[in-house]
């Protein structure tokens, strides 16, 4: 009887540490990819932007914020009659 219990107390043991190894390769795989991600968004947002890129996005910026100015000024004369 307490051969039996021994037996199954030690195949017991022997499954918990095998989901253990399992769990603990699981763990470094995901540890890796979320290396790998991390590396991914920090080369993403970290590339400079082309100067002639920048330019027009300046540009683009410049002549909205213009159109804005006058859009106002145009409402605040209609008003003012």
């Known amino acids: 009887m307490f051969k039996n219990d021994d037996n199954d107390h030690k195949l017991n043991v022997e499954a ?8 603990s390769l699981e763990l470094k795989k995901m540890k ?11 080369l ?9 890129d920048l330019k027009e996005t300046e540009r683009n ?14 409402s605040s004369n ?3 009659v």
């Open 16 to 23: 918990m540490i095998k989901n253990i190894n399992t769990i």
């Open 32 to 42: 890796e990819l979320s290396q790998l991600l991390l590396c991914d968004l920090t």
């Open 44 to 52: 993403h947002f970290n590339q400079p932007m082309k100067t002639d």
């Open 61 to 74: 910026n410049s002549l909205s914020e213009e159109s804005e100015i006058t859009d106002i000024s145009l």
């Open 78 to 80: 209609i008003y003012s």
